[in-house]
Structures are given as structure tokens and as C-alpha cells.
């Protein structure tokens, strides 16, 4: 469909005894960021690289920007970019350098090949270390010179996988800027991430990837609305009480309530709210006291150990084994 920049129907890739990529079914519209969310080993960056036209598919199929991505897979390459989670610049050559020579690549003639580079230079914000080598170049400034990169000849669609992986606050930063600049001049993304935060702020629409399949798929206030109405966040002032205080949230509200990473912290997707203010007497009862408790809407981090069973990080590595 012309509004479609991605569809597939049972998108498959196998290695051996493992399906890296298990049937998924996609349907993407044109213009805004689509987040891919999954842990390591999930499949995101297999089912990338089938879309990107780098490796073929096992078994499905996908349309990109209206393309079959196997009978028209140089259709597709002139009208995507790739950038992948590790530099793809030669870090010997310096900034401006390295953007001549894609531009070149590109078919640009010199001057325009150095206007172009001069261009990205600016808008990435590279254009006092244009002439250091990439190697010297902080981690954000290597994600933006790599980012621009791709971009010498703007794509109808970029796909981003796990742009940030390893890159400090700061840095993340800068990158969901460029993001967010992208979007406005009328690029279409596809982000992949294992950082629930980062799909939270960037994604439109997230589809969650597990172990190859798709299991869920929306907006990221459908994705929390999903697993109930709030989440009540417990942290007891003592840790030898978390256990006593477990049990009575777990009474009182009539739900699941499960420790976090925290050893004095609790947490508890609710239904309703009715039963918080009994909870929190019942705890006060016990003579147990609280650091903080706190009620609000689930994070995407909770969705996805409410739809996996394990949280983001806890990838059971597949995908990169095959």
C-alpha cells in the first residue's frame, strides 16, 4: 500500500536450530518513528537487516516503501539508510573526510561532495572537529558523524538500529535530537532499542519483539493501558520488612505484587485504585515503615515484564549466537 512504508507477512530467518525471526507481521505507515523494542537477542537486528535488503529471508514476505525487498531489493537500497549499532566511518580519516568520500561514492562531483560534507558538518554540530580524526571523536560525536553519514543522500526511510547502545545521558541525548529533526523534515525511522525509555520518548508506535515474535503492538500509552489502569510503587524504609510488606499488599489488593531490583522496593500493577488507601492503612497497622510509595501509570518496563516474563535486559542471547 502507497501509506505503507513497511509491511511483511510472516517474516522469517533461520540459523541452523534457531529462528532469529519467527513470522512477523508488520504493517508501518509512512512518516514518523516506529519503535522496535526488544532485548538482546530478540531478533530486531536480523529482521532489520532482511528489511535493509542485507540478508534474504527464510521464509514471508516485505514491502518496503512499496518494494518487494527481493525482486526489487536495488529499488529498495536507493530509497533506504542503514545505521547500524556499531561505526560504520573509518576512524583514520577525519570527520570531513570521511563525508567527502561517501559523498563521492554517492556520485557527487568534488565541490558539491565537499559542500554536502560541510552541510552535515553544521547541522551535526561536528563542524569544530572536522578536521580531527574520527577515532579521537567522543562516543556521541562517532553516533553523529555515523548518524550523517547516512544521510548524505536523505532516505525516504532510516533504519536505526540501537543508535545509543553504550553512549552516556548526554550523548543519548543528542541523538534523540537528531531523531526528533529527522522526523520534522520528512524522514520516516524505524528504531530499534532495548532501552524502554528511549522507545517511551521517540516511538509513535512501538511493536514489542520476544524471542522473534511480534507480542504486542501500539502506542506506548496503549502498551501501558494494556496491563492496567496504574502501578502502585512501594519502597519500605527497612529491607527486612519488604517480605511482611509484600504479603499484605498482596492481601489487601487482591493482585500480584513483585520485587524490583530494589531490595527494599515493591511494585504492583493495579486494576483500580480502590484498594491503595486500605493497603497503605494495613501497612501502617504493621508498624511498617515507608520511604515512599508512589501511584501512576505503568512504565514500559513493567509492560514488558507483565508480556514476557523477564525484563528488557534479559535477552536470552539467540540472535546473536546464530
Not at 531489493?73 to 533506504?80: I, L
Not at 553519514?149 to 543519548?172: I, M, N, Q
Not at 526528533?180 to 530499534?192: P, Q
Not at 512501594?234 to 487482591?254: F, P, S
Amino acid at each position: 500500500m502507497a501509506d505503507l512504508a513497511i509491511e511483511t507477512d510472516g517474516l522469517v530467518k533461520v540459523y541452523g536450530a534457531t529462528r532469529a525471526v519467527d513470522g512477523i507481521d508488520l504493517r508501518i505507515p509512512r512518516g514518523g518513528v516506529h519503535g522496535f523494542l526488544g532485548p538482546n537477542g530478540a531478533g530486531k537486528t536480523t529482521a532489520i537487516r532482511m528489511l535493509a535488503t542485507l540478508i534474504r529471508p527464510d521464509g514471508g514476505r516485505a514491502r518496503v516503501l512499496g518494494h518487494d525487498i527481493e525482486r526489487h531489493a536495488d529499488e529498495v537500497r536507493s530509497r533506504v539508510s542503514l545505521t547500524g549499532q556499531f561505526a560504520s566511518v573509518d576512524e583514520d580519516l577525519t570527520g570531513r573526510e570521511n563525508l567527502r568520500l561517501i559523498a563521492k561514492l554517492y556520485g557527487f562531483g568534488g565541490a558539491a561532495a565537499a559542500s554536502r560534507a560541510d552541510e552535515l558538518l553544521e547541522a551535526f554540530a561536528l563542524d569544530d572537529a572536522a578536521n580531527r580524526p574520527v577515532k579521537k571523536y567522543s562516543g556521541g560525536m562517532r553516533r553523529r558523524i555515523d548518524i550523517a553519514a547516512s544521510l548524505v543522500v536523505s532516505p525516504e526511510l532510516l533504519f536505526l538500529d540501537e543508535p545509543t547502545t553504550g553512549l552516556d545521558p548526554r550523548a543519548r541525548n543528542e541523538v534523540w535530537d537528531i531523531v526528533r529533526a529527522l522526523v520534522r523534515h520528512g524522514t520516516t525511522v524505524m528504531l530499534t532499542t532495548q532501552y524502554l525509555d528511549e522507545a517511551d520518548q521517540l516511538a509513535d508506535r512501538i511493536s514489542v519483539i520476544d524471542r522473534g515474535r511480534i507480542i504486542a503492538e501500539g502506542t506506548s500509552s496503549e502498551l501501558k493501558a494494556s496491563v492496567g489502569s496504574g502501578t502502585l510503587h512501594v519502597r519500605v524504609m527497612h529491607r527486612a520488612d519488604r517480605d511482611a510488606a509484600r504479603a499484605i499488599l498482596a492481601r489487601e489488593l487482591g493482585v500480584e505484587v513483585e520485587p524490583t531490583h530494589d531490595p527494599q522496593a515493591l511494585v504492583a500493577a493495579l486494576d483500580g485504585r480502590a484498594g491503595v488507601t486500605r493497603a497503605i492503612t494495613a501497612l501502617e497497622e504493621a508498624r511498617i515503615e515507608l520511604a515512599q510509595f508512589a501511584l501512576g501509570q505503568p512504565t514500559l518496563d513493567e509492560v514488558f515484564l507483565a508480556l514476557t516474563g523477564h525484563r528488557a535486559e534479559e535477552g536470552d542471547g539467540a540472535e546473536e549466537a546464530a
